[in-house]
Every structure is written in C-alpha cells, then in structure tokens.
C-alpha cells in the first residue's frame, strides 16, 4: 500500500484565488511527480522532482503553476490564480525505481 | 511524443468470464517500461502489473499481461473476472529512465456483474 501523503483531501477556491496542496512522498523516494486527472479520468504529467530539483514540467505549470520540494519538509503544488479549467483531482506520486507510487489526490473545486 | 492507446472505453461482463483490455503504445525509444494500474472508486491509482521485458508474460493478482515490441502491445487479461474487478484501468508507458513522468491511456472502465 502506497505510504504518499497528500493534504488536503478536499479544497475549494473561487476563480483568481490561490490554491496550495502538498505532498509527502514515501520515505526513501528521491522522486516526486505530479498528475492532474480531469473530470474525464484523463491523467496529465505536470511536474517531477528528484532531490528536491525540478526535472521535468509541462508548458502549463510554467505560467499559473508553481511547484517545490524542499529538503525536510512537504513538496508543494500552487495554483497561482485559479481558473475554473484546474478543477480536477491533483495527484502526488514517488519512486524509488521505475515504480510510480500515488496518493490519494486533492480534489480541488473552483468555482 | 509517446502515446498510449485504450481502444475500449467501457467493458461490461459477467463474473466469471475471461476479461481482456487492449493496450498498445507508441514511442522512439526503444525499451519503454510499460504499466497497469488500476483504480476502484474514490481511491488513488495503484500499480497492478509491469513489463520491460520483451514476449516475458507478467502476472499478478490473477491478471497477467505479455509486452510485445513487434506489436507495441502490452494487453491486459484475466481468466476469470470477480465483482471486485470493476473499476478503471489504465496503461501506462514510461522511457527507460526511472525518473520520466508516465503518459497514460484514456482508461477502461471495467463494470462486472453477477
């Protein structure tokens, strides 16, 4: 069973607001990746770390998107100005291996 | 860039009966990691099988699945489905390199009934 933590399970933010979700990876993972999974079950790579260094990220979190995962304490997703468009389940992964661990998500709502 | 294809979107079957969910993926490179996950309602995704190996067949939890570069194929199966199977399963390709992010299928919603 997958040991990510994510907080919190549920968020809620009006349109332009900020939204922060975090993640605590399995102990031991140098890796830490980020999914949105729409309202269509469809599965979107965002942004991935090792060490807490930025390895890969897409186009869109370069604008509104933010991410970080210092050493010693939660990694960290923020949605700089919530668009209705970023409500979805926002997943946490990590792996030690070639193995993809998950967290139970954020849920995030803008209305 | 890579791509992976779920050509149901909907699979309805009665328990007991075999189960198969085609997979099949596009990618230059030439060793792609290839993954099943499967995910019930209102939980995470959570990794059910894994291949990088070519024609070896894989198997886990009764399901079982053989990655085929000739055919850039990675099919899901299992022989008998129980009511606990139903939920949605998703093929995932990752390059050789631990720390790539997946690219996934659109999914497969597997409903089983009595």
């Known amino acids: 069973n997958s040991k990510v933590i994510q907080t919190p399970r549920y968020l809620v933010k009006g349109q332009g607001q900020k939204a922060k979700m975090r993640c605590i990876p399995e102990?031991?993972?140098?890796?830490v990746f980020w999914y949105q999974q729409n309202k269509n079950n469809e599965f979107k790579f965002l942004i991935n770390?090792?060490?807490?260094?930025?390895?890969?990220q897409i186009d869109m979190t370069e604008k509104r998107f933010s991410a970080e995962c210092p050493s010693n304490s939660p990694c960290s997703l923020e949605i700089q100005s919530s668009e209705a468009g970023d409500s979805a389940l926002y997943l946490c992964?990590?792996?030690?291996?070639?193995?993809?661990?998950f967290g139970p998500g954020t849920r995030l709502t803008v209305l | 860039g890579d791509s992976v294809t779920q050509t149901e979107g909907l699979v309805t079957l009665t328990e007991g009966l075999p189960v198969m969910l085609n997979c099949t993926y596009q990618?230059?490179?030439?060793?792609?990691?290839l993954f099943w996950y499967v995910q019930h309602l209102n939980e995470s995704p959570r990794l059910l099988l894994k291949?990088?190996?070519?024609?070896k067949r894989t198997e886990h939890q009764g399901f079982h699945a053989t990655l085929h570069k000739s055919s850039s194929s990675f099919h899901l199966q299992k022989s008998s489905a129980q009511l606990s199977d139903s939920a949605l399963y998703y093929c995932?390709?990752?390059?050789?390199?631990?720390?790539?992010?997946?690219?996934f299928g659109l999914g497969t919603r597997v409903s089983v009934f009595p």
């Open positions: 992964a990590s792996s030690l291996d070639y193995e993809q661990y």
């Open positions: 102990k031991g993972h140098p890796v």
């Open positions: 770390f090792q060490n807490q260094e930025v390895l890969q």
């Open positions: 990618t230059i490179y030439s060793n792609p990691f």
């Open positions: 291949s990088f190996t070519d024609n």
């Open positions: 995932a390709l990752s390059q050789n390199n631990y720390a790539q992010g997946l690219t």
